[in-house]
């Protein structure tokens, strides 16, 4: 069965650089989460998108940002990036508000 | 606001144990309660999904009952082997929206 697809699965980037995360939920699946886990700690909430609209707001930093496009997909784009955002990044959907499906997640250290 | 805490945050077991994991919560009123597995490095994976007017969930040698007037849950591990060897995390969802507060994790290393 198809899973949840993000890209790329590691990123290094150095501090005040920009980053764009991507992510390809499953088929027919109508919405799509962000949550980010930094080293040691548990998931934290970022943002959702039902329907390409943003449906639930967490912890997301001004610095960053999302959108789910006409496909589906979604994009998280962070920019001034700092130290401090190195963390792993999941993408999760869901249809309908079914249980979520976690992807891999991209992992992204910043220098 | 609400706060999971796993306890114990790790477990070391011979092969074949039985084990519980034990998750607590402080805002009863939710709406569904998820454990999952993460193995290093890897994406979330579900095991038990409890809905809040269900007491419990079984699949295979897992079960995870739930107790929310007082805020608990826990997973049980049957006959533990090595390949269980993961963090297991809890995960609340208090408004049917999928945001979920998740706990701590616990480290589980089952030992051949």
């Known amino acids: 069965a198809a899973g949840v697809i993000q890209s790329p699965r590691h990123l290094i980037k150095e501090k005040r650089e920009t980053a764009t995360l991507k992510c390809y939920p499953i088929p027919r699946h109508d919405t799509v989460y962000w949550y980010q886990q930094g080293p040691g700690q548990d998931p934290q909430f970022l943002i959702s998108f039902y329907e390409k609209m943003q449906s639930d707001k967490g912890s997301i930093p001004d610095r960053f940002s999302a959108q789910q496009f006409s496909d589906y997909h979604s994009e998280l784009n962070m920019s001034s990036l700092e130290l401090g955002d190195s963390a792993l990044y999941f993408c999760?959907?869901?249809?309908?508000?079914?249980?979520?499906?976690f992807g891999n997640g991209t992992r992204l250290t910043v220098t | 606001k609400q706060e999971v805490t796993q306890i114990p945050a790790a477990l070391s077991v011979p092969e074949g144990e039985n084990l519980v994991l034990n998750c607590s919560f402080t805002?009863?009123?939710?709406?569904?309660l998820q454990w999952f597995r993460q193995d290093p490095g890897k994406g979330l994976t579900s095991l038990l999904l409890?809905?809040?007017?269900?007491r419990e969930q079984t699949s295979g040698r897992l079960n995870a009952s739930l107790d929310k007037s007082s805020g608990r849950s826990t997973l049980y591990i049957a006959a533990s082997q090595p390949g269980d060897s993961a963090t297991y995390l809890c995960?609340?969802?208090?408004?049917?929206?999928?945001?979920?507060?998740f706990g701590g994790g616990t480290r589980l290393m089952v030992k051949p």
């Open positions: 995960a609340v969802d208090n408004n049917a929206g999928n945001m979920l507060t």
């Open positions: 805002d009863s009123a939710i709406y569904n």
């Open positions: 409890i809905q809040s007017s269900q």
């Open positions: 999760a959907s869901s249809l309908d508000g079914s249980p979520l499906h």
